[in-house]
């Protein structure tokens, strides 16, 4: 019999989103009559349609396919030129000077995170902040990683900082955060990046969130951040800036700079580690795709994005406005999609999560899910229909008022 990857027994029992959908199936075979009645604030999928401009791109890919003088085949590994000159001159338009080589598209930010621990060896000291996205912790498992968990809590805003007395050689960051919604500035991002030079570590950045950033003064690229380019890969997607979360499309940033000494004296570049990675495991995002990906960062299809954006920011202000009037400590909801709030009346995540489904019909994603530090926080996306959040919050006033 062949021998498997037993690392995959150490991982939880159930993937977060799937207990949840589990959860909230087994509640509507048991209360039909109030299947219709459910408000889903839980899983982050956008619901706006894509934009008109990223639609008539989509559609030219579509009929760039029917003429065989147009017709594309397997295209470049790394991404199409125009589609990484548009994300290089996006990042410009941001202060950020980004090569274009240094840019690899794929199908989304939550594939590379994870697929990008080929890089990296065994025996690596993985710091992981601790609420977290669950596909850190999962794809180092999976790889057998042993990991170590900085806090982050209520004290420090869910914003922790680097220990200089601890050692790390591969650190994943998340700003705005996925689930708290908390954004670090740059004099906390330039110590993260100080850090990681002194340890001669890799900061894995991943900025997901970053086009919800409203306030000037907060970086949306850990590259805004002088010498990040010598320890930084960042990770960004167009589901949530783009409303790609079905059309599938985000980007890595490798800098040409990321070079280290391997054991056996020579020199290694990430950059050409990960093209190569991606030359022999990934045919590349699909043209028709990319020619949607493409115009999002053009003035119109900004301007169109932002749009959306500002109608998910409205939804979090509904929530953030319920939650202030009821005296519920929360996070986020200001530069991030997420609000993250203290459970009321002293109950772990779970038991809100029923609580809140069983009396109310509001389905969100319990704070337990995230790690530790999350079994007493619940978390709530600003992702959902503007009425049909309202509606939720409403029926969350009348039961907790």
Request: proline letters at 4%.
């Amino acid at each position: 019999m062949p021998k498997l990857n037993e690392n995959y027994l150490n991982l939880k029992e159930s993937y977060l989103f799937s207990e949840i959908a589990h959860r909230t199936a087994d509640y509507v075979k048991n209360n039909p009559e109030k299947g219709a009645q459910i408000i889903r604030l839980g899983i982050g999928d956008v619901t706006r349609p894509l934009g008109k401009v990223v639609l008539d791109a989509l559609h030219e890919g579509v009929d760039a396919m029917s003429a065989s003088d147009t017709f594309k085949g397997y295209g470049p590994e790394q991404g199409y030129e125009a589609t990484r000159n548009a994300i290089s001159a996006y990042y410009k338009k941001n202060g950020v000077d980004v090569d274009t080589d240094a840019i690899f598209i794929s199908d989304g930010a939550k594939s590379d995170t994870g697929n990008i621990t080929d890089l990296f060896g065994s025996g690596n000291v993985i710091l992981i902040p601790d609420p977290v996205y669950p596909v850190y912790v999962d794809s180092n498992i999976m790889r057998g990683n042993t990991i170590t968990y900085i806090s982050g809590n209520a004290d420090n805003h869910f914003l922790p900082m680097p220990d200089k007395n601890q050692h790390a050689d591969i650190i994943y960051i998340c700003s705005p955060n996925n689930p708290t919604g908390a954004c670090y500035n740059k004099e906390q991002l330039k110590e993260w990046v100080d850090y990681a030079l002194a340890n001669e570590a890799i900061i894995l950045f991943d900025s997901a969130y970053e086009a919800f950033i409203s306030d000037p003064e907060l970086p949306r690229s850990i590259f805004a951040i002088e010498g990040a380019k010598k320890c930084a890969i960042e990770f960004c997607s167009l589901s949530k800036t783009a409303g790609f979360t079905g059309t599938r499309c985000g980007y890595t940033v490798v800098p040409k700079e990321l070079t280290f000494t391997a054991s056996t004296g020579a020199v290694m570049s990430l950059n050409s580690m990960w093209n190569r990675r991606q030359c022999t495991k990934f045919n590349g995002t699909s043209y028709i795709v990319q020619k949607g990906a493409e115009v999002v960062f053009s003035e119109e299809g900004i301007k169109e994005c932002q749009e959306n954006i500002q109608y998910y920011k409205n939804n979090a202000k509904v929530i953030a406005d319920t939650l202030t009037r009821l005296g519920i400590r929360f996070f986020g909801g200001i530069n991030s999609p997420y609000i993250w709030f203290e459970c009321p009346d002293g109950m772990d995540s779970w038991a809100c999560f029923d609580f809140l489904l069983t009396k109310i019909q509001v389905v969100g994603t319990p704070g337990a899910g995230f790690g530790e530090n999350g079994k007493n926080f619940f978390r709530l996306t600003s992702f959902g229909n503007y009425e049909k959040t309202v509606e939720a919050m409403e029926r969350f006033e009348k039961l907790f008022g």
